[in-house]
């Protein structure tokens, strides 16, 4: 069984880089043909796509937060990771990553496994 965790700082000052990692067990974040996914819910809020990086390495972005967002990952440690730039109050959530298949990454059926969740909070 695929699980997923999510680990980094609870707590992000405004202006700063929000970092979190996800450690994949249980399946190769290089086999095809999953994606990889960050995805986030503030408070109240819907579900929201953030951006995934595929089997190949290939990464993908919501138009609203590409210019801030960057996923990368290590195959070795079987992990991949988010940085959010320049956060906001706004970007206060519970963020999670979750694997997909197929090519509708906003799509959240698209995801049979996720991480338990990570509350994140911007705060100064």
């Known amino acids: 069984q695929v699980q997923l965790q999510e680990s980094g700082p609870g707590l992000v000052k405004p202006s700063q880089t929000l970092s979190l990692t996800c450690t994949v067990s249980g399946g190769s974040i290089t086999t095809n043909y999953y994606y990889w996914s960050w995805i986030r819910q503030p408070p109240g809020k819907g579900l929201e796509w953030m951006g995934a990086i595929v089997y190949s390495g290939s990464t993908y972005y919501s138009p609203s937060l590409k210019s801030r967002t960057s996923i990368s990952r290590d195959t070795s440690k079987n992990q991949f990771t988010l940085q959010l730039n320049s956060v906001t109050l706004e970007d206060t959530a519970v963020y999670y990553c979750?694997?997909?298949?197929?090519?509708?990454?906003?799509?959240?059926?698209?995801?049979?496994?996720w991480g338990q969740g990570t509350q994140v909070t911007v705060s100064s």
């Open positions: 979750a694997r997909g298949v197929g090519s509708a990454y906003w799509d959240m059926g698209k995801y049979d496994y």
